[in-house]
């Protein structure tokens, strides 16, 4: 597509509940990266992905956050056992190479998680 | 870690003025990026730069890359309504594998 999608773009969900969010990167692009938004907060990096595997999951918060990335292209964030501080804005970005030196990561409108 | 730091939180500016944010870092970073978010969206990325002291401009907007390398300051001139937003700049270092970094971002608000 023209750029990168997320769905759903807004979830609620009751406390202890799973979830799964997902991101289709721009076409072509090879990097994946899933970034955490809290109120008045930057971004958080969880997780990037350089095609299917995951050089970098210093982010996940704690186990109950997982990711993957199947056929180089569509991805999925999944937060087992939901907790209320995991209301937030969740991104997704993709970009041509991780690490190029001249990278560019284009980001998703992103999914507005609240954990009632 | 390493860590952008921008201020104030939130900046208030009548339409028409210029206004100008900095974003500093107690690392060197070899790249830095301003994106600018709206309500209900994702960032999208306004200016980049890759060498010290590069002054780079779009439209309305200038970026310069600090000389230090632990700098780079945004300037939006004429400001109008729809450069309300949040802006964040965001830095890689030196390393193959080094990610972003992002600041916290200022919130700009313009009055008509």
């Known amino acids: 597509g023209a750029g990168v999608s997320q769905s759903p773009s807004n979830k609620v969900t009751e406390k202890g509940k799973d979830v799964e969010l997902r991101c289709d990167p721009i076409s072509g692009h090879t990097a994946l990266y899933w970034y955490r938004q809290s109120l008045g907060q930057g971004l958080e990096f969880l997780i990037y992905f350089q095609g299917n595997s995951a050089p970098d999951k210093s982010g996940l918060p704690s186990d109950r956050f997982s990711a993957e990335r199947t056929g180089g292209s569509v991805s999925t964030l999944t937060i087992q056992r939901t907790q209320q501080e995991d209301s937030a804005v969740y991104l997704c970005a993709s970009s041509r190479l991780a690490g190029g030196p001249r990278e560019t990561q284009y980001f998703g409108p992103g999914t507005r998680l609240l954990v009632l | 870690g390493q860590q952008l730091n921008q201020s104030p939180q939130s900046m208030f500016i009548q339409e028409g003025e210029d206004v100008s944010m900095n974003c500093t870092s107690s690392s060197i970073f070899n790249t830095w990026l301003w994106y600018k978010q709206d309500p209900g969206e994702g960032p999208v990325l306004l200016i980049a730069l890759y060498k010290a002291g590069e002054l780079t401009s779009n439209g309305r907007l200038t970026a310069q890359f600090g000389i230090t390398r632990k700098d780079s300051f945004l300037n939006i001139s004429a400001s109008i309504p729809s450069d309300v937003g949040i802006y964040f700049c965001?830095?890689?270092?030196?390393?193959?594998?080094?990610?972003?970094?992002f600041g916290k971002g200022i919130t700009l608000s313009v009055r008509p």
């Open positions: 965001a830095g890689r270092a030196t390393g193959a594998n080094s990610k972003l970094t």
